[in-house]
């Protein structure tokens, strides 16, 4: 005897199965989240975060990026972590899709590991840019970046093929509070030349990064 199943039963589970790994799906990073090895990014605490290189965007593009980023003289804790200095970063402005950003940093989170490298060294931060700032220069978009957040990690004194970057386009303001709308991102994996240094500071205080050149197109 032949069984008989009901045509809706046949698309259950198709159905069933596609909304499983609908759901699977990893999220987008987003700027304000932690998932730094080092410990819980602070809003209050005292650091210095620094860096210039380039990191590769696609094969065989390439970007150039420079930031500094401190404390304000007479830093309160409490507040959304104000900070002060200058984020950099040129996606080969010579080729179609290139992107410039050149802003001034409003606040950062930022923690300094347990375990530092021989120079002393070493965490993670995340650093937001005011690109309302009057001279902010953003890639742009509909509707407006209004921000943009870096995200770097400081993992050895070599930093070239060790430290990461990655920067994070955002929709949202970013003067008073972490931007959370942030929907594009270049970067995001480990510098190809360079550094990033993250090291203690007694708060407002403390050098600048030399601006890395803006980098060339990579040949095959």
Same mark, same amino acid.
């Given at each position: 005897?032949?069984?008989?199943?009901?045509?809706? @039963?046949?698309?259950?589970? =198709?159905?069933?199965?596609?909304?499983?790994?609908?759901?699977?799906?990893?999220?987008?990073?987003?700027?304000?989240?932690?998932?730094?090895? !080092?410990?819980?990014?602070? +809003?209050?605490?005292?650091?210095?975060? +620094?860096?210039?290189? #380039?990191?590769?965007? %696609? &094969?065989?593009?390439? @970007?150039?990026?420079?930031?500094?980023?401190?404390?304000?003289?007479?830093?309160? +804790?409490?507040?959304?972590?104000?900070?002060?200095?200058? /984020?950099?970063?040129?996606?080969?402005?010579?080729? %179609?899709?290139?992107?410039? %950003?050149?802003?001034?940093?409003?606040?950062?989170?930022?923690?300094? #590991?347990? +375990? =530092?490298?021989?120079?002393? $060294?070493?965490?993670?931060?995340? /650093?937001?840019? !005011?690109?309302?700032?009057?001279?902010?220069?953003?890639?742009?978009?509909?509707?407006?970046?209004?921000?943009?957040?870096?995200? %770097?990690?400081? $993992?050895?004194?070599?930093?070239?093929? &060790?430290?990461?970057?990655?920067?994070?386009?955002? #929709?949202?303001?970013?003067? $008073?509070?972490?931007? @959370?709308?942030?929907?594009?991102?270049?970067?995001?994996? #480990?510098?190809?030349?360079?550094?990033?240094? /993250?090291?203690?500071?007694?708060?407002?205080?403390?050098? $600048?990064? =030399?601006?890395? =050149? /803006?980098?060339?197109?990579?040949?095959?």
């Amino acid at each position: 005897m032949q069984r008989f199943i009901h045509p809706r @039963a046949a698309f259950t589970l =198709p159905i069933a199965i596609a909304l499983m790994a609908s759901i699977a799906l990893v999220a987008p990073a987003r700027a304000g989240t932690s998932s730094s090895p !080092n410990g819980v990014l602070d +809003t209050d605490a005292i650091g210095i975060a +620094t860096g210039g290189g #380039t990191i590769e965007i %696609v &094969s065989p593009l390439i @970007a150039s990026f420079g930031f500094n980023a401190k404390r304000p003289p007479n830093f309160q +804790t409490g507040g959304p972590g104000f900070a002060t200095g200058r /984020i950099n970063f040129d996606r080969h402005g010579n080729v %179609v899709g290139g992107r410039h %950003v050149n802003v001034p940093v409003t606040l950062m989170k930022i923690t300094v #590991t347990q +375990t =530092p490298t021989p120079n002393g $060294t070493g965490g993670d931060a995340q /650093i937001v840019g !005011n690109c309302e700032a009057q001279g902010a220069e953003c890639p742009s978009h509909t509707p407006a970046f209004r921000s943009v957040v870096v995200l %770097v990690t400081d $993992t050895s004194d070599s930093g070239a093929g &060790s430290d990461a970057f990655q920067i994070l386009y955002c #929709t949202d303001p970013g003067t $008073t509070s972490f931007p @959370a709308a942030c929907p594009e991102t270049d970067g995001g994996g #480990t510098i190809r030349t360079g550094n990033v240094q /993250i090291r203690p500071s007694s708060g407002g205080s403390g050098g $600048t990064a =030399p601006l890395a =050149p /803006i980098a060339g197109r990579r040949l095959p």
